[in-house]
């Protein structure tokens, strides 16, 4: 008899990759202007977020949420480099095993709103599970059943001539890190907001009112638009090539979280 994948540990459902994806860390004395500058290297890729470090042990992450909460509550020039990663980190930090149930792994998201998680490795350090990388689950084992499984969920949009600050804070009132461009297929994430206030407004150093600019200077990632008929499995692949994964039916939208959900009550083949 089939175990639904729930049942399984995790290193079972991810026999080939469990440790495959390596923390990348932060010091917790290094300062968000820093966390900005390397996260959009790594948001909605299969690290997601920066584990903070005190004397090379993990104590927090740092991700979109907290840069994005940071800047709503003040973007003067040289906050983002005053503030320290250990004064803003979130300290609820999953650690997991290889030997955990991922019905475990689910449940902690759940609870935290923050699918990430680091698990022990070989190397004496630390690998980590995204919801991203969950997707490998589906193209691992063969689920047929199809995409229109997932429940529909209101799709949370902006419009074109919202500020940034607007947009932020549609984002945290939703708890979403997606929005979608009202009558589109095209929507901003924490991503793409943070890789511009990095690169092209260097992290407020220059006192510009980022916050007061309309969403028109963002150059937005395009949802897919898929059929119903999609299966699991195949809806996993589609995802795992695209930058942003984010799926369209139907008006409704489909994240990797959604998928982790819709994995996590299969059975396996």
């Given amino acids: 008899m089939n175990l639904f994948l729930k049942d399984k540990s995790l290193e079972e459902i991810l ?3 469990i440790f495959s994806t390596p923390a990348v860390s932060i010091r917790i004395e290094d300062t968000l202007g820093d966390a ?17 470090t005190s004397n090379d042990k993990p104590v927090g992450i740092v991700g979109g949420i907290e840069v994005l909460e940071g800047i ?21 930090i999953i650690s997991m095993n290889s030997k955990n149930k991922f019905s475990e792994l689910v449940d902690q998201w759940s609870q935290t709103r923050r699918a990430f998680a680091i698990i022990p490795n070989q190397y004496h350090g630390y690998s980590v599970i ?4 969950i997707l490998e689950v589906g193209t691992f084992f063969k689920i047929n059943t199809t995409i229109s499984i997932i429940p529909s969920k209101k799709i949370i949009t902006f419009h074109k001539e919202d500020t940034v600050k607007q947009i932020i804070q549609r984002m945290f009132d939703n708890k979403t890190r997606k929005l979608v461009l009202e009558g589109t297929s095209s929507f901003i994430n924490d991503r793409i907001i943070i890789q511009k206030l990095a690169r092209e407004f260097n992290c407020l150093r220059n006192g510009e009112d980022f916050l007061g600019m309309n969403s028109d200077i963002f150059s937005l990632e395009q949802a897919k638009n898929v059929s119903n008929n999609l ?3 195949e809806a ?22 959604d998928m982790v959900l819709a994995l996590s009550s299969e059975k396996s083949s």
Avoid at 36 to 52: I, K, R, Y
Avoid at 72 to 92: S, Y
Avoid at 130 to 133: H, N, P, T
Wanted: glycine residues 4%; positive net charge.
């Fill in 15 to 17: 026999p080939e990759s």
């Fill in 36 to 52: 900005a500058s390397l996260l959009p290297h790594h948001l909605e890729t299969l690290t997601d977020s920066l584990v903070a």
């Fill in 72 to 92: 709503l509550k003040d973007q003067t020039a040289g906050f983002l480099d005053k503030t320290k990663i250990g004064d803003v980190m979130n300290k609820k």
């Fill in 130 to 133: 995204s919801a991203r990388k």
């Fill in 231 to 233: 299966t699991i499995s």
């Fill in 236 to 257: 996993c692949k589609i995802m795992q090539d695209m930058k942003s994964p984010y799926l369209m039916i139907d008006g409704k939208v489909i994240s990797p979280w």
